[in-house]
């Protein structure tokens, strides 16, 4: 039983491309994030949505928007993909603010 | 807005005792969790503070003193399997998590 899902795992594209990277939770969390974690394995967090309601919006650039349709999914798009966007993202989930789960991450490679 | 500083590498022997320190400076403090990321895998929850003391949890133990802006997470009795990197992660009033770069466990036989 998968708790936190992502796809796809890896994503393989060129420059100025879009995509989009999917993540859902089965734990009945109320509380998702992603985060990306860049070559030096820093971890950062990039947006949080409570209850379909975004909460966290981090300096991240226009280009990613963050999408959740309902309080299970947190779909992730960039548009005009970068070489900087290189990196792998993770999607997790919590309840009430408190321990993370995070899905297996999506590695993007952009070239 | 946070800065946490932890330890880049620490090499034990298994069978052995580690601590990993973090300090940190924040606004608002309101939390400090510590999560095991093996590499090419997703980090993990190990434990979380928020008052004062120790926290033990079987071979894992992690300590806070928010006077000194400062945690440290225990590592017992070393296995192989506990090589990872150990991300030390501060909440703050707004509920954001912040991570520290990570401090690279290498258990030797």
């Known amino acids: 039983d998968t708790a936190v899902s992502q796809t796809p795992k890896y994503l393989v594209t060129q420059m100025g491309n879009d995509k989009s990277i999917k993540c859902e939770q089965n734990l009945g969390h109320d509380t998702m994030y992603w985060y990306k974690q860049d070559s030096k394995k820093f971890l950062k967090i990039m947006f949080s949505?409570?209850?379909?309601?975004?909460?966290i919006n981090e300096t991240v650039p226009n280009r990613f928007s963050p999408k959740s349709p309902d309080k299970a999914h947190l779909n992730l798009h960039i548009n005009s993909l970068e070489l900087g966007d290189s990196a792998v993202y993770f999607c997790?989930?919590?309840?009430?603010?408190?321990?993370?789960?995070f899905g297996p991450g999506t590695r993007l490679t952009v070239t | 807005g946070q800065n946490i500083d932890q330890p880049t590498e620490m090499t034990a022997t298994e069978g052995a005792i580690v601590q990993i320190n973090c300090t940190y400076q924040?606004?608002?403090?309101?939390?400090l969790f510590w999560y095991q990321q093996h590499a090419g895998e997703a980090p993990t929850f190990l434990s979380y503070n928020v008052l004062d003391g120790l926290e033990e949890k079987g071979r894992f133990s992690s300590f806070l003193s928010r006077s000194k802006g400062y945690s440290y997470l225990l590592l017992k009795e070393l296995q192989m399997k506990d090589s990872a990197s150990y991300l030390c992660a501060v909440r703050d009033k707004s509920y954001k998590l912040s991570f520290g770069a990570g401090t690279t466990v290498t258990v030797r036989a």
């Open positions: 949505y409570n209850n379909k309601e975004l909460i």
């Open positions: 924040t606004s608002g403090f309101n939390g």
């Open positions: 997790a989930s919590s309840q009430d603010y408190y321990e993370q789960y």
